[in-house]
C-alpha cells in the first residue's frame, strides 16, 4: 500500500513542477503583453495628442489673430486681415501645471479660405473657440450665426461631439455686447436659419440639419451632442494690455489638454 502510495506520489509531484512552471511562463507572457499594449496605448495617446488642435473660428476682424498671438506667444501684437492659417502651440499656459500645452490653429475669416482651412483641418481637431466682436454683433449676428450653423451641422462636428466655446471678445470697449446679450442674438438667428434647412410644418428640407428641438424656440443647451459655452474676452484693450482678460479661453484649452 505505501509503495504503491510512494509510486503514485512521484509521478504527481512532478506533474505538479511542470504544472507550476507552465503557468510562470503563461503568467510572465502576458504581463509582458499587457506591459506592451500599455505602451502602445500610451505613445499612440501621445503622438494622437500632438497631432489635435484646436481652431480659432469667426469672421473677419473678431480678433482671432490677436488672441492666438497671446496664447502662444504671450504678448499683444498689431495684426492685419489673416489670408493664411497660423500654427502654433500655447506657450506657459499651465505653468503650474502638469497640463499639457495646446495646439492651435487660427482660420482666417476670409469666407473661401476659413471654410477650405476648416473642412482640411476638422478631423483632428479637438475643439473650437468661435471669437466674435461684441460691438459689432448686433449687425454682424446673421453671418455669426451662419458660420456657427455650418459648424454645428457638420457631420464629423456632431459624430465626435466637439466642444465649441463662443469667446464674446472686446468687452473692453463700452459698446460691446454682455455675453447674454450676444447668446440671446446668436439664438434668436439660429432659430431664423434652421427653418430654413427644414421646416417641421411643411416637412421641406434636410431633417438632419434642424438643430434643437422641434417643438421649441433654438438654444445652444438644447444640443445634445456638442456642448456650447459662452465667455467673456479681451485680448486686446484699447486702453490699456493690463485689462485683457483671456480666462475663459485658457480654462476652455484647459479642459483639452
Ligand atoms: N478693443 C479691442 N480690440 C481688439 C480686441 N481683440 C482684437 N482687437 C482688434 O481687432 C482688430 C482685428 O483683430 P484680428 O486679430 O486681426 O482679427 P481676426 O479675427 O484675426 O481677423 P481676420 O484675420 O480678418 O479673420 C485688430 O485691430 C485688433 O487690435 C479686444 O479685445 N479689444
Ligand atoms: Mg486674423
Given amino acids: 500500500m ?38 502602445f496605448y500610451y505613445l499612440i495617446r501621445k503622438q494622437s495628442h500632438k497631432l489635435q488642435f484646436v481652431l480659432l473660428m469667426g469672421r473677419n476682424g473678431a480678433g482671432k489673430t490677436t488672441l492666438f498671438a497671446k496664447l502662444t506667444q504671450d504678448r499683444n501684437v498689431l495684426t492685419v486681415s489673416s489670408l493664411i492659417k497660423n500654427i502654433g502651440w500655447t506657450k506657459n499656459l499651465f505653468p503650474k501645471e502638469t497640463k499639457r500645452e495646446v495646439q492651435l490653429i487660427d482660420i482666417p475669416g476670409f469666407e473661401r479660405i476659413r471654410w477650405d482651412v476648416f473642412e482640411s483641418n476638422k478631423a483632428l481637431c479637438k475643439g473650437i473657440v468661435f ?25 464629423d462636428i456632431q459624430r465626435r461631439k466637439i466642444p465649441i466655446l463662443i469667446a464674446c471678445n472686446k468687452q473692453d470697449e463700452v459698446a460691446a455686447k454682455d455675453v447674454d ?67 475663459g479661453v485658457v480654462e476652455f484649452l484647459r479642459t483639452l489638454s
Fill in 131 to 155: 471669437v466674435l466682436d461684441s460691438v459689432t454683433i448686433a449687425k454682424d449676428a446673421q453671418e455669426c450665426a451662419d458660420i456657427l450653423y455650418r459648424i454645428l451641422v457638420d457631420p
Fill in 181 to 247: 446679450v450676444v447668446n440671446e442674438l446668436l439664438e434668436k438667428e439660429m432659430n431664423s436659419i434652421r427653418i430654413t434647412k427644414y421646416n417641421p410644418s411643411t416637412k421641406k428640407g434636410n431633417k438632419a440639419e434642424f438643430l434643437g428641438k422641434m417643438e421649441k424656440d433654438f438654444a445652444f443647451s438644447q444640443l445634445t451632442g456638442n456642448k456650447v459655452m459662452f465667455s467673456k474676452c479681451i485680448c486686446r484693450s484699447e486702453e490699456s494690455n493690463e485689462g485683457d482678460d483671456i480666462n
Fill in 2 to 39: 505505501s509503495k504503491s502510495g510512494g509510486v503514485t506520489s512521484k509521478p504527481l509531484d512532478n506533474y505538479s513542477d511542470t504544472d507550476s512552471s507552465a503557468l510562470f511562463i503563461v503568467v510572465g507572457v502576458l504581463s509582458l503583453v499587457g506591459i506592451a499594449v500599455l505602451i
